[in-house]
Structures are given as structure tokens and as C-alpha cells.
């Protein structure tokens, strides 16, 4: 039997998956689902204010710095952003606060196919990479060898600065992305 506990619980995984029921993933499905979560007691109040009106300081600081540095092609399928050492070290926050700063863009960018955050941690350049349920990131990403999901890919760059990481991913998935969606343009 499900209480106001259980469906919370749910709730909360289907508000984290569609980002607030702003992301592709929506479906007539998902909402009737979370309408008889509802009905059965989820709070959902308290599970957006708890998911999403907690960031802190350093956090909004960082997303500042990101969406200053904000690329897109053309197109806008494909979105992008950079973040150095000292970007980290300036707004007093860490590598943990780089899933909220993906997040944002995605919701926020809809008509992007492809999103990406790169980063310098430690003096290593990575990649957080999201993309569309129509691109198999592990494909373009298959030269900088991808781990994680479809839906949410890391990457680590043998390449020295960010603007040589900037560079190449660039390269590499707006040639995929032409190829991909050719017959949408």
C-alpha cells in the first residue's frame, strides 16, 4: 500500500528526471503519474524546494562564470561552456556543483541537441556532456572515451588547455551533428 512517504519518493525521481517537468523526457505518462502521486500525498512543494531552491553562494557564482563563456553554433544545436581552475577557486565552489550547471543548460536551451560543460580540475581537462535521446554520445564521444549514460557523459582530454579541449570537441560533435540531423536543416 502506498503512503505519502512512498509517493514522495517517486515523485521526487520523476521531478529529478524531467528537471521540474521542463525536459524532453515529459510525457502525457509521466504527468498522470505524478498526478496520482499527488493524490496520494507526495509533497511536492517541499521536493522543489529541497532539489531545486538550495544552491548556494559559490554555486550561483559558478553559473555566472559558465554563462558568461556561453557558446552556441548557428543552429543552436549544439551548446557549450568552459570553466577554469581559477574559475573554481574565484567562486569558492568545486566540481560537485558542475552537475547543477549541465542541468541548467539543458532545460534551458531546448532546441540544443548536445550540451556541454568542460572543465579544469587538478590540471586535467574534463567534459560533461549531455545530449538529446536522438544522439548516441557514446559514438561522437568514442575519441575521448566516454563513461556514464546515455543521457549524461564524461570525458577526460588528453589535450593541455581548455581552449585545445574547446577545440576538439567542437569539431568532433558538430561534424556529428550535421551528419546526424542533415535532413532537418
Known amino acids: 500500500k502506498m503512503d505519502e512517504h512512498i509517493a514522495t519518493n517517486l515523485l ?7 528537471k521540474i517537468f521542463r525536459s524532453p523526457q515529459v510525457t502525457p505518462r509521466s504527468l498522470a503519474i505524478a498526478s496520482l502521486l499527488v493524490e496520494q500525498g507526495a509533497r511536492r512543494a517541499e521536493i522543489v524546494q529541497h532539489l531545486y531552491q ?12 559558465a554563462l558568461a563563456r556561453l557558446q552556441s553554433t548557428q543552429d543552436g544545436w549544439y551548446v557549450w561552456t568552459k ?8 567562486t569558492a565552489s568545486g566540481e560537485e556543483d ?6 541548467e543548460l539543458l532545460v534551458n536551451t531546448p532546441k540544443a ?10 590540471q ?32 577526460r582530454f ?12 567542437s569539431t568532433r560533435v558538430q561534424k556529428e551533428l550535421v551528419t546526424l540531423f542533415q535532413d532537418s536543416v
Not at 55 to 63: D, E, F, V
Open 12 to 18: 521526487s525521481g520523476i521531478i529529478t528526471k524531467t
Open 113 to 122: 541537441k548536445v550540451v556541454a560543460v568542460l572543465y579544469e580540475s587538478h
Open 54 to 65: 538550495t544552491k548556494t553562494i559559490p554555486m550561483l557564482k559558478l553559473w555566472g562564470r
Open 124 to 155: 586535467v581537462i574534463h567534459g560533461m556532456v549531455a545530449g538529446h535521446k536522438q544522439v548516441n554520445l557514446t559514438e561522437i564521444l568514442a575519441p575521448f572515451e566516454p563513461r556514464g549514460s546515455g543521457a549524461l557523459t564524461y570525458i
Open 158 to 169: 588528453s589535450e593541455k588547455t581548455l581552449d585545445a579541449a574547446e577545440e576538439a570537441l
Open 83 to 90: 570553466i577554469s581552475a581559477s574559475d573554481f577557486e574565484k
Open 98 to 103: 558542475m552537475s547543477g550547471v549541465i542541468d
